[in-house]
């Protein structure tokens, strides 16, 4: 199977840190990136949202009230109203005062390491606010480390033609052969669904990996449900347990 991009170099069955090291910090802060980006996993993943000015923002949710001290939707406040909220102590005492990073501020702790990102954009993405994020990306020569992923078809077809050298994840609530049919169409590197989805239809995986399309399931953190992945011929496998995931592999 050829992935594109930063997908081209995955190993078999490839690992990727759900919105960071979540399980042991903060998920989508810069503590859970550090954590992620040290225990060496193929992938860490991220969330972006956009701000009301139109900053991006690794948050999951489309609103701050989980995972911080405010509330209201992220598209509601402005970034110096976000960067103003303790997103570390909903989690533990011990991350009282971490932010909100911005996409900015994830680029810069990422591309000194030698780890590799997916990169959720969340939400409806205009053209301009999508070349910024890849203008972002490009300044730091990530486009071999980076791919991205959404559920939205617009942010694909835009990636596509702005961001043509970084390999897009169709992320999906549906599984066969017209979904396909649309991932081919988009020149899309993998589908990423929940294992319920791809239940649906487990042959369709080798479908897939006929036209060249790979295959991401989320979130996988029992050896049960690996085994069953790997059985069906998924590349990907999206977990809160990386190093156990890391462990069990190496053991296959
Ligand atoms: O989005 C796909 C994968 O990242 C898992 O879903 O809800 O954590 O973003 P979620
Ligand atoms: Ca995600």
Known sequence: LQLHG?????EEFGIISHRGAAALAPENTLAAMRIAFD??????????????DG??????????????T???PVANLTLAQIQGLDAGSWFDGAFAGERVPTLEAFLDELAPTNSRALIELKGSWNDEQVAAAVALLDARYLMDRVAFESFEIDNLERLAVLAPNYARVMLTREWNRPTLELAAALNIS???????VFEADFALVEDARVLGIGTMVYTLNTVKQWKQARSHGIDLVIT??????EQWRHNQ
Do not use: I
Request: no cysteine.
């Open 6 to 10: 930063a997908l081209s170099r995955v």
């Open 39 to 52: 225990q060496g996993v193929d992938f860490v993943e991220a969330d972006l949202h956009l701000t009301a």
């Open 55 to 68: 900053v991006p923002v690794l948050m999951h949710d489309p609103t701050v009230d989980r995972t911080t």
């Open 70 to 72: 405010g509330t209201g």
């Open 190 to 196: 993998a589908v990423g669904a929940r294992v319920s």
């Open 240 to 245: 809160d347990d990386p190093v156990s995931l």
